[in-house]
């Protein structure tokens, strides 16, 4: 069973997609570290890149052209300023130049060095294979795969073993919700107690809180940039961005200068039902809106549901609880990557195997998880709160037009989040003694799901409104 951390599932990086962008980045930087090992870059006269099946069809509309061309020069996608990208992209456009790992310039064509190619390969749809060609014709290639949320691997899993003695070494070996929950009551602990500790066999107390307060600031910065940024998306289908419209009705001219006076500013703002579904709503649109515009987000489980889950952490600090600090914010985001990864242990979070149920929904089922502990649920409340979420997400598709994660991807992160707070409000109003559907079975039958969906909605945007809505009705 896999070794899987909050900070796993909650990773800060660059939009639109994470297993379209983030993950072909990643990959271009672990095949330079690779490739370093074996022969030096001097020796390297020519590079390209083949992606395949999910990668190639969205491909464009998802920036993995851009995010190859990154990873390659070196770049850091956790770091790198905003507005280097464009600079960085146009430049090997127009000089056709690449400088590999920011060491070496060599001669890089992107029309002719990546090259789309429209066959599947047999172990994952988001496959990669990367080429160096030496002085002296020899041919060095590697294959890797953008399984979701960011995470890359090679066919053979050569940290697999590695991986396992992670799991095994964990306190609590978690590899679903039946045995989340048995530690919960052997332990006498909360979620969050039970994942914090299988953190600590990680890193220290300070590592830990120092990346959650990172991740918070990171998806805290994210909604306070798309309430303050209007115009248009890119990528050609002029999608206005509704944020900062919906935030300027929302802000009552409240004045504040930074991200941190926002949010104490909209705590103190009271608000109505119809306001807090507008909130909600605004705060997960923002997210998507900097995520399609190539801005910095933390996938929650992936790039494209990335709204769902600071959402409605957003709720719960403006709406439930004005007190609530840096300690339920952490609880918050441990029971969300746990859940995640029981999600992801037991199915999938890629869209390219599982359609949009994999994103949205695990999205959705990770933030009502989070929501009912914070609010005082049980454990068993918490997993029933994620079931619920996910079970009225179970067989969404994926069909982004244009390849673009913008629609229905945008409007859908709302929707998810919606949707969790519901799931939460039903959970912590239920007895789940009675629940029929234990979160195991909607893992199982998620996964079911996505083995039967037909192809063209799994990231192909080869059907659904992908096909039905064409260019020129947007
Ligand atoms: S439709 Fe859903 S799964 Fe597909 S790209 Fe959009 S958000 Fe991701």
């Not at 001669?107 to 060095?113: G, T, Y």
């Not at 994942?195 to 600031?217: G, Y």
């Not at 439930?320 to 029981?342: C, M, P, R, W, Y």
């Not at 994926?398 to 409007?411: H, K, R, S």
Request: hydrophobic share 40%; glycine share 8%; proline share 4%.
């Amino acid at each position: 069973m896999e070794a899987i951390s909050t900070f796993d599932m909650l990773k800060i990086g660059i939009g639109p997609s994470s297993s379209h962008t983030l993950g072909p980045w990643r990959a271009a930087e672990k095949w330079l570290v690779e490739l370093q090992k074996k022969v030096a870059f001097v020796d390297v006269i020519e590079v390209n890149v083949y992606i395949y099946g999910s990668l190639s069809l969205t491909g464009k509309g998802h920036a993995t052209d851009y995010a190859l061309m990154l990873g390659l020069s070196g770049q850091d996608p956790e770091y790198i300023p905003i507005e280097n990208i464009h600079t960085i992209i146009n430049r090997i456009n127009e000089e056709k130049f690449i400088e590999l790992d920011g060491k070496f310039t060599i001669s890089f064509n992107p029309e002719k060095n990546i090259i789309f190619k429209k066959e599947f390969l047999p172990f994952h749809a988001n496959g990669m294979t990367f080429e160096a060609i030496l002085f002296d014709g020899q041919k060095l290639k590697t294959t890797y795969y953008s399984i979701g949320g960011g995470f890359v691997v090679k066919k053979e899993q050569k940290r697999a073993k590695k991986n396992i003695e992670i799991f095994n070494s964990f306190p609590f070996p978690i590899a679903n919700g039946v045995q989340l929950l048995n530690y919960c009551k052997d332990q006498d602990k909360s979620i969050s107690e039970i994942v914090l500790e299988n953190e600590r066999s990680l890193r220290t107390d300070k590592e830990i809180d120092t990346e959650l307060n990172r991740i918070w600031d990171t998806m805290l910065d994210c909604m306070y940039t798309g309430c303050h940024t209007e115009g248009f998306l890119p990528g050609g289908l002029n999608v206005r961005r509704r944020a900062f419209e919906i935030h300027q009705k929302l802000k009552e001219n409240n004045p504040y200068e930074s991200s941190k006076e926002w949010l104490f500013s909209i705590r103190n703002t009271t608000v109505k039902f119809r306001q807090i579904l507008q909130w909600v709503s605004c705060f997960a649109l923002a997210v998507n809106e900097v995520n399609a515009s190539l801005g910095r987000v933390v996938t929650a489980p992936t790039n494209g549901s990335a709204g769902v889950i600071p959402a409605v952490l957003m709720y719960y600090m403006v709406i439930e609880n004005h007190e609530a600090d840096f300690t339920q914010i952490k609880k918050f985001l441990l029971v969300a990557g746990e859940i995640g990864s029981i999600f992801k242990k037991g199915a999938t979070i890629s869209a390219a195997m599982g359609g949009c149920q994999a994103e949205i929904g695990v999205s959705s089922a990770m933030a009502a998880g989070a929501l009912t502990e914070v609010l005082g649920g049980t454990p068993e409340q918490v997993l029933m709160a994620a079931e619920i979420a996910m079970e009225h997400h179970l067989g969404l598709t994926c069909d982004p037009i244009n390849g673009l994660v913008q629609i229905p991807c945008i409007e859908r992160n709302s929707m998810g989040a919606i949707k969790a707070i519901n799931a939460a409000e039903l959970a912590l109003n239920s007895n789940p003694e009675e629940a029929k559907v234990p979160l195991d079975k909607v893992v199982n039958t998620m996964w079911e799901t996505a083995k039967d969906m037909n192809s063209k909605y799994k990231e192909t945007s080869k059907g659904g409104l992908a096909v039905d809505v064409s260019f020129t009705d947007c």
